[in-house]
């Protein structure tokens, strides 16, 4: 009996299996997942708004001590009560007015949270202000709102209430207190009125969830703030004991709290929270559906497991067009290259992984007899590069044998410093050709410099002293291992030889930030502003017929081909008293390959 393919029995077992493990334990435990899962976000929700509450009320409670004590501060001061009292009794004597026009400026300016201070009085009725925009707002003009409310039932009074609105529709939140006094100061009242923006931001860590309406209330149950995230259906001169949202929590005695209530048609999770010191209460009411949030209903799971029965089957319909029918033709066409015959399939598959794997399948069999040829070509190239990396190496090691029998040659006939001379020049070249590597590690250049350095001191004895600079770490870092010695090299050939005498040369290996910084100073002819200017231009055009600079073309070459334009060579020069050449490249740190390379 023929065995069934793999592919063709996923067709069924897929689909089952899906619904077996997926949608029945889906269907057997997402009731209880759904009612856990909703105790957990209300009781989570309600212990958030309890100590957002909170916090909200320890910070309200500073603020508040701050404008009261201002207010009382200044209510105390004998020179304000004295100054009120004359103003009072004769308004229209000069300076009486501007000094309390001053007093109001010195207490509410100093501090951060007053907006404004307002002083009222109604024998003669006035208002003055500490806004400086607006010294003496006008009882029946610009200031009639605040005077009637005083009016009202704020004469005589030491509290907290909301101012009326400003033209802009916007309401303050101000501190009533009544001047104590004779009978003339008993009818003045002082009005701290408190910034919106500090408000603002006290309130904003209740601002957890969206469509939360987050309240402040007086213990009488007026309103003291209503956030910005109201629709207009709290009004600002409401009782909120009367509202259906809060009266609740007026009418309970705990301290804090949260309860359901029923307000435009909607279920609201309303937490409170009664401050001890002034009996402020702070609510914050959150629409449910903002509480139970990517939680699903019973009815989404039956629909769920529906739609899993008709799945089965679709699914089985899509495994055979899209996995068991392309498959099945692939697995033939192998069969029959397993036997050497080489056909494509003619079977696009769809645009999916499968058919992506049978349009690679068709492109190999075209392909595959081009490939072989190629990778036989490959292979004899391989051999050929192979052969001539063991040539260069026999080269090399062919260089290094020759100098060293001129060497003993040389030191059998007595010629020490010819013999020296020889034997340096042997290191040198180890160094430099550094087995066929671009760059090698900087304490290795600085030994192939050392080695040049001593040839030429051979050659000039004392009368050319060289002094070098390094830093700690250089073996840590590579670079390319040409651009060195021809800078040295210019600084002998072109410094040194059209000036004799005693000269001295000095190297220098700097690190700074991210770059390296070689610099070779010499004192030798040295050259004019208008000759190093012509160095300098013609080393940016790099032409390998004319010889006039070669070398720093060279080396210019060299670093914009393998770092960019960001790097080059700078010039200093003046005649007779030498030259400066600064080269920079960026610090190359040595790696892991780089050391196994070496």
Not at 285 to 297: L, W
């Amino acid at each position: 009996m023929q065995k069934i393919p793999w592919y063709q029995k996923i067709q069924i077992q897929i689909p089952v299996i899906v619904f077996l493990i997926i949608l029945i334990p889906a269907a057997a435990f997402g009731s209880y997942d759904i009612s856990t899962s909703r105790e957990a976000q209300l009781k989570a929700a309600e212990t958030q708004t309890a100590e957002r509450l909170y916090e909200t009320s320890l910070l309200m409670q500073d603020v508040m001590k701050e404008l009261e004590s201002t207010g009382k501060t200044l209510s105390g001061s004998r020179e304000f009560l004295e100054l009120l009292k004359k103003y009072l009794e004769s308004p229209e004597e000069p300076g009486l007015q501007s000094g309390l026009l001053l007093a109001l400026g010195q207490s509410s300016w100093p501090n951060n949270y007053i907006e404004h201070m307002y002083l009222l009085s109604d024998n003669p009725p006035s208002i003055l202000s500490s806004d400086p925009d607006e010294k003496l707002p006008d009882p029946e003009g610009t200031g009639r709102l605040l005077y009637q409310a005083w009016l009202d039932g704020m004469q005589g009074q030491t509290t907290w209430s909301l101012l009326p609105a400003y033209e802009n529709g916007e309401t303050r939140l101000a501190c009533w207190r009544a001047i104590p006094g004779n009978k003339n100061t008993e009818h003045a009242s002082l009005v701290s009125v408190l910034k919106n923006g500090y408000l603002e931001n006290i309130m904003a860590g209740l601002r957890g969830r969206e469509g939360s309406l987050n309240v402040i209330g007086s213990y009488q149950g007026r309103l003291l703030y209503c956030d910005a995230s109201d629709d207009g259906s709290i009004m600002p001169d409401e009782m909120l004991a009367e509202n259906p949202l809060f009266r609740e929590a007026y009418s309970k005695t705990e301290n804090t709290g949260s309860y359901f209530a029923v307000a435009d048609g909607r279920r609201w999770l309303v937490g409170f929270y009664t401050s001890l010191e002034d009996g402020w209460k702070y609510m914050c009411a959150v629409p449910e559906q903002q509480i139970y949030t990517g939680i699903a209903d019973r009815k989404f799971i039956g629909i769920l497991f529906i739609s899993g029965l008709a799945g089965v089957l679709l699914g089985s319909l899509i495994l055979y067009f899209l996995v068991v029918r392309p498959l099945g033709k692939l697995q033939k066409k192998m069969e029959l290259m397993e036997k050497g015959q080489l056909e494509p399939l003619g079977f696009s598959g769809g645009k999916n992984e499968i058919g992506l794997v049978l349009r690679a399948y068709d492109h190999m069999i075209i392909r595959l007899k081009k490939l072989i040829d190629e990778v036989y070509v490959q292979q004899l190239l391989r051999k050929q590069a192979e052969l001539s990396s063991l040539q260069s190496q026999m080269d090399e090691h062919f260089l290094y044998n020759t100098l060293n029998t001129i060497y003993c040659k040389a030191d059998e006939e007595k010629a020490n410093v010819s013999a020296a001379m020889i034997l340096k020049l042997s290191q040198y070249f180890r160094l430099n050709l550094a087995r066929g590597q671009e760059k090698i590690p900087l304490n290795e250049i600085l030994e192939m410099l050392r080695a040049y350095l001593q040839i030429q001191q051979m050659r000039y004895g004392q009368a050319m002293e060289c002094r070098i600079e390094t830093f700690p770490d250089m073996d840590s870092y590579l670079s390319l291992k040409q651009l060195y010695q021809p800078i040295v090299e210019n600084a002998i050939v072109h410094g040194f030889e059209k000036k004799p005498g005693n000269h001295c040369l000095r190297i220098r290996f700097q690190k700074t930030g991210t770059r390296l910084r070689f610099t070779v100073q010499d004192d030798g002819i040295g050259m004019s502003d208008e000759t190093c200017r012509e160095v300098l231009s013609e080393m940016a055009v790099f032409d390998h017929v004319r010889g006039k600079g070669y070398a720093l073309r060279n080396i210019r070459e060299q670093i914009r081909i393998t770092y960019g334009e960001d790097y080059g060579i700078s010039m200093e020069s003046r005649p007779g008293q030498g030259t400066t050449v600064i080269l920079e490249v960026p610090l190359e740190r040595r790696n892991k390959c780089s050391e196994n390379i070496q």
